[in-house]
């Protein structure tokens, strides 16, 4: 019997449908770089309106130290040197520090004590300025007039000290990120060529995370040259002071001194109006300050770029009979560089704990102010969670979007442009936020005070830091990741959405958890576009004249009078409640970045 054979006929194997390109992920990333240009040009505009309102003379300004306005005097030069001596210490006394407290957390400790330090440094870097400015003033002030023989002890030294104090945890916490993101293989590649550890990071781990690393100084640098209230509650702000020849600058160090951001914090502002020659000449230290945070950053990157590029990696083995010894003194260095942000959390607790021990009282929390020095801090409570949560949700997709664009999409040129403009963006002192999103907001729109003008003039202190921190972890990625994404045949936007964003995400938590934390410590912007000491309602009714009540300003207007028992009591207790909210938000926030981190980041 015949048999037939039926062929099947062919089928087209099945495959799933190739996931539409994500366009929004461009459209993420230009909103994001188109807002950080944005705001530069604003404050560029800003600026660039009140010079051309008056006259500058720039060679005075930039050549002498006198400063008279009723004699129409505009000199910058002793503000000058305040800024760059202020800015020297800050990052001399904190980028070796933060180095190395980064490198011992990642390289020396076990993850199961590495983790909970981590979260400690990070909650440092989330206590607002405002308080460093008090631990400034209660601290710092009193020991450098008791070794110094100074009155009073306001000086460049101690404005530096603070700042070096507040830069220390940004520093070690976006250095953790660098280091974090090396994969592990190339530290057990050199180990199994006899390496010691400290021969493993010098030659395998530095290399791969030292552009996340310079980023965290250049954070760093750009919350040092922008910071204004702790350095004026602590500089003394003494205009025309300089150094008697190379002899005489020690001596300057611990004197009062002034910076350009103290004089723009100041009352100058307000007094100015806004046109003249004086506000003209505010206008241009506004200029010198954006000038100097693009120099320091186009130095920076370049000088690493040529170190990359042309340097060559040091030797991996050292003298035999001195490499146990080197590696030794080198993890015994690194491990007590952790001893000093112990210190300084543990020191700053005791001391919040000890002179504001009424923020411990629930009625403190939940009554509203009674006069100047009385009642709690309900309402102060509900305007910060307020504007901190707008300017998240408004600065998150932004800063992301710009991140993601400098680490992947634009060339080295393009890159380092960015790069430069967000750190300016980053770096402007924050009273020139405020002073133009008052012109902008609450004049030509006529918001007067309002708290979505606070949360908007808030947002570019946020978009910087989430912007440099996802892109300094996007550019970290390693180029096999990259292979594996494209030898599948994943089109750019699918690799953005599979690989660049799962594997970014944890690091722009980190950034928005430091710029939210520096957000909810500002005090300059929002005293001229959000909040009122006394008198505002708790929360607001409309957009338009609804001011609120916050933390930051509620303990700077108490500072001013720190010779009154009962303010100071009232300001230390308002800023504990400031700083156990910013650790609520920054543990929830902490908890959600270790979960991702320990889940698989490629789709």
């Known amino acids: 019997m015949p048999t037939t054979v039926q062929a099947r006929p062919p089928t087209v194997p099945t495959t799933p449908p190739r996931p539409r390109p994500p366009h929004w992920v461009w459209a993420l990333a230009l909103a994001g770089a188109a807002s950080v240009v944005t705001m530069l040009l604003l404050i560029g505009g800003y600026l660039l309106g009140g010079i051309s309102g008056g006259t500058v003379d720039w060679l005075a300004l930039l050549t002498s130290a006198r400063w008279s306005p009723a004699h129409g005097s505009f000199g910058a030069l002793s503000m000058i040197f305040g800024t760059a001596v202020v800015g020297v210490l800050a990052l001399a006394l904190a980028v070796p520090v933060g180095w190395a407290a980064a490198i011992a957390l990642t390289e020396y400790l076990p993850p199961r004590l590495a983790r909970p330090l981590r979260t400690c440094v990070e909650l440092l870097a989330a206590v607002p300025s405002i308080v460093y400015g008090l631990l400034g003033i209660m601290i710092i002030r009193p020991l450098i007039s008791s070794v110094a023989q100074v009155p009073g002890g306001d000086s460049l030294l101690a404005a530096g000290i603070v700042l070096a104090i507040m830069i220390v945890p940004t520093v070690v916490a976006v250095s953790v990120d660098a280091l974090t993101a090396v994969p592990d293989r190339y530290r057990e590649a050199g180990y199994s060529l006899g390496l010691t550890r400290r021969e493993v990071i010098r030659s395998a781990v530095l290399p791969l995370a030292r552009t996340g690393m310079r980023a965290a100084v250049l954070l760093g640098l750009a919350r040092a040259l922008g910071e204004a209230i702790a350095v004026y509650l602590v500089v003394g702000r003494a205009d025309g002071r300089l150094p008697d020849g190379i002899g005489g600058v020690l001596d300057t160090l611990v004197r009062p001194g002034q910076t350009l951001t103290t004089k723009l914090a100041g009352p100058e502002p307000v007094l100015a109006g806004t046109s003249g020659p004086h506000f003209a000449a505010l206008c241009g230290l506004g200029v010198l300050v954006l000038s100097l945070v693009a120099a320091a950053t186009v130095w920076s990157t370049r000088v690493g770029g040529r170190r990359r590029d042309g340097g060559r990696l040091p030797a991996a083995r050292s003298a035999a009979s001195l490499r146990v010894q080197r590696d030794r003194i080198t993890a015994a260095l690194r491990l007590t560089a952790l001893v000093l942000p112990a210190l300084l959390l543990f020191g700053m607790l005791i001391i919040l704990v000890a002179r504001g021990s009424a923020a411990f009282d629930p009625s403190f929390w939940f009554t509203p102010a009674s006069g100047t020095t009385d009642g709690g801090v309900r309402d102060q409570i509900l305007g910060t969670v307020l504007l901190v949560a ?10 992301f979007g710009a991140g993601v664009l400098i680490g992947v999409r634009a060339s080295a040129r393009t890159t380092r442009l960015l790069q430069t403009v967000t750190v300016v963006v980053g770096g402007t002192p924050t009273i020139l936020l405020g ?29 910087p830091v989430v912007a440099l921190s996802t892109s300094a972890r996007v550019r970290g990625m390693p180029n096999e990741l990259t292979e594996s994404a494209m030898s599948l045949g994943l089109s750019r936007s699918q690799y953005i959405r599979s690989v660049v964003i799962p594997y970014s995400w944890p690091a722009t938590i980190t950034g928005l958890l430091l710029g939210l934390a520096r957000a909810a410590g500002e005090t300059a ?29 509620h303990i700077f207007t108490l500072s001013q009078d720190s010779g009154d028992p009962q303010s100071m009591t009232q300001a230390w207790s308002s800023a504990l409640a400031l700083v156990m909210i910013t650790a609520v938000l920054l543990s929830a926030a902490v908890a959600l970045r270790n979960r991702r981190e320990g889940e698989r980041w490629t789709a």
């Open 390 to 399: 707008t300017t998240g949700l408004i600065a998150l997709p932004l800063g």
């Open 525 to 553: 912007p929002l005293l001229f576009t959000a909040t009122v000491f006394f008198g505002a309602p708790a929360l607001p009714g409309g957009v338009v004249d609804s001011p609120i009540q916050a933390l930051p300003t």
């Open 435 to 463: 002073l133009t999103g008052f012109v902008l907001l609450s004049s030509a729109l006529g918001w007067g005070r309002s708290w979505l003008a606070g949360a908007l003039v808030l947002v570019p202190v946020v978009v």
